[in-house]
């Protein structure tokens, strides 16, 4: 089994800065790609950030330049940056990462999720 527990939000005004978490434990072989999307109220989710080897990253064009995606491989632990947080920004947080267990299973695995809140 693996798990991944994400935590760090909460509410923030704009302007302000959040660091999420995101630990995966379990039975991990590797840790492959890890990825934060976001799903606010009446939207679908989105791909907020992603990488697969911490030093190249994608963002959404919304984020691009506040936000920004790293990684502890000896941690299990996914981080994501938030700083000049914007109202537009308030989504529930959702850690995804692609996982190999100890039984050479891949599967992409979700956090529980993480409520940001940017107030104006």
């Known amino acids: 089994q693996v798990q991944l527990a994400e935590s760090g939000g909460g509410l923030v005004q704009a302007g302000g800065s959040l660091r999420l978490s995101c630990v995966a434990s379990g039975s991990i072989f590797r840790i492959n790609a890890v990825g934060w999307y976001r799903q606010a109220p009446g939207k679908q989710r989105e791909l907020v950030a992603a990488t697969i080897s911490g030093s190249n990253a994608n963002y959404a064009d919304s984020v691009k330049g506040r936000f920004t995606i790293s990684r502890d491989n000896a941690k299990n632990t996914v981080y994501l940056q938030m700083n000049s947080l914007k109202p537009e920004d308030t989504a529930v947080y959702y850690c995804?990462?692609?996982?190999?267990?100890?039984?050479?299973?891949?599967?992409?695995?979700w956090g529980q999720g993480t409520q940001v809140t940017v107030s104006s």
């Open positions: 995804n990462a692609r996982i190999t267990t100890s039984f050479i299973q891949t599967n992409d695995y």
